[in-house]
């Protein structure tokens, strides 16, 4: 078995402590409040990423490929022009078929009551993983823990960023708990389930059938095929076989591109502003594809073999908590795309570690201050430590991180560009002790 987390002893705050909390949810509440409240439904004339899903299904029912030009989407649908064409625009919907399955039961609404619906739902999702890793961890909840929770959950700029773009993360967040939970249950059909259903609507899950397979669970790999397989077959009876052509041979060569990008927290991105020069944004150390490929090869099986052994530690156990957690941050890393509204996905990860470590212990800050590096928007350290090139920071460009408005030398890519990549990195570090410390209680 594995060490039992220990309860976080909240029944006893020292009445400074409740006064500094009650303080830091009001204050929470006044700057970002209003926020959430924006982002819960696009203001007339707004689009954000919610509306690749909607428009899919809309163009199904309307004749059109699934994956038609975007432009010509909102033409059709919002009778709407882009603003400025000249900004950063998405031509296509990116996401993968089974993603725009999301939007069917909305697709009988307009767009902004269609994103408020999602967003709704996606809240009552949030619900549910909290409560699984509450009740899973054994954590004592009680109304000061609450609103220290409620607090943290308003600072988190990455479900801000979730509700206002009406992505996916909270589906994938509750799916990946729900295999944790299933797992733990020792229902590893179910487990690898959950996990089939998250890699169809978003591919990089896939990277969590690592820990399975260094299982040998076939019951979960299996669960996982079936899965994947039934939710496929009805994406396409949905939108089509030619939505799945149309995605292979002409959404994926178009973002190809992307993730030497500002705010990718992934290793990929890390080494290629190192040692890519194609981006206009960033001035890398050197032009070199041969260093390139070998420290993101490197990285990439290092990552692998820090989580092959982290499962392996622990496979006497039925279910590993930090061998899994480990997987879920590993996967963020390998993923070639990691974005800020990714990091919703690390709630069982960094419940995990809230969990692990009394208040007011050394490794509790260190948590802490991980939990504040990825809980503020990036663009706070951008504006810090990069400045504004003047000839690029024209009228026409809204906020300064916006690409063409900065340019990072290598050491601000190596500062203000990766302490997020930095900070998934440190999580499994963390993790790593407890994992030494099942595995051992296991061998006793």
């Known amino acids: 078995m594995s060490e039992r987390p220990e309860l976080l002893q909240n029944n006893n705050w020292p009445l400074a402590r409740k006064l500094v909390w009650v303080i830091l949810f009001l204050c929470a509440l006044a700057v970002f409040a209003p926020g959430y409240f924006a982002a819960l439904r696009p203001a007339d004339g707004q689009v954000f990423d919610f509306f690749k899903e909607w428009a899919a299904v809309k163009n199904r029912l309307a004749g059109l490929p699934v994956y038609a030009d975007q432009e010509l989407a909102l033409q059709k649908h919002l009778n709407l022009k882009l603003s400025n064409p000249e900004g950063f625009f998405d031509r296509y919907n990116t996401h993968p078929p089974t993603a725009n399955l999301m939007a069917v039961p909305f697709a009988w609404l307009s767009y902004q009551p269609a994103h408020l619906a999602w967003n709704l739902t996606s809240i009552a999702m949030l619900c549910l993983i909290v409560f699984w890793i509450v009740k899973g961890l054994e954590i004592q909840m009680t109304a000061w823990t609450t609103l220290a929770l409620v607090t943290l959950l308003l600072a988190c700029d990455p479900l801000q960023q979730s509700l206002i773009q009406g992505q996916p993360n909270l589906l994938l967040t509750l799916l990946i708990v729900g295999a944790w939970r299933a797992g733990r249950a020792g229902n590893s059909v179910v487990s690898g389930m959950c996990l089939g259903i998250a890699t169809a609507v978003k591919i990089y899950p896939a990277y969590l059938f690592l820990y399975f397979l260094v299982r040998r669970d076939g019951r979960a790999l299996a669960g996982g095929a079936i899965s994947f397989a039934l939710i496929t077959l009805i994406t396409a009876a949905v939108f089509g076989v030619d939505a799945y052509r149309d995605y292979l041979t002409v959404v994926l060569p178009s973002i190809s591109d992307i993730t030497n990008n500002w705010g990718n927290a992934s290793l990929l991105a890390f080494w290629e502003r190192l040692f890519d ?168």
């Not at 490197?298 to 990552?303: K, M, N, P, Q, R």
């Not at 601000?412 to 440190?426: E, G, N, P, R, V």
Request: net charge positive; proline share 7%.
């Open 277 to 444: 020069p194609s981006s206009t944004s960033t001035q890398p150390l050197m032009n070199s594809p041969a260093l390139l490929q070998i420290s993101v090869w490197s990285s990439w099986l290092v990552i692998t073999a820090l989580v092959v052994i982290s499962v392996w530690k622990t496979r006497a156990e039925t279910f590993s908590n930090e061998g899994f957690a480990i997987t879920i941050v590993a996967m963020l890393l390998m993923s070639p795309t990691t974005w800020h509204h990714y990091f919703i996905i690390l709630a069982f990860p960094v419940g995990l570690l809230l969990a692990r470590y009394q208040p007011h212990t050394a490794k509790r800050w260190i948590v802490n201050l991980l939990m504040l590096a990825l809980a503020i928007s990036p663009r706070v350290a951008w504006a810090l430590l990069i400045p504004t090139q003047k000839a690029a920071a024209t009228a026409a460009t809204a906020t300064p991180w916006q690409q063409g408005g900065m340019l990072a030398l290598p050491w601000q890519s190596l500062t203000a560009l990766s302490y997020q990549c930095y900070a998934l990195l440190i999580i499994i570090a963390l993790l790593w002790p407890d994992l030494k410390k099942s595995s051992g209680e296991d061998n006793r």
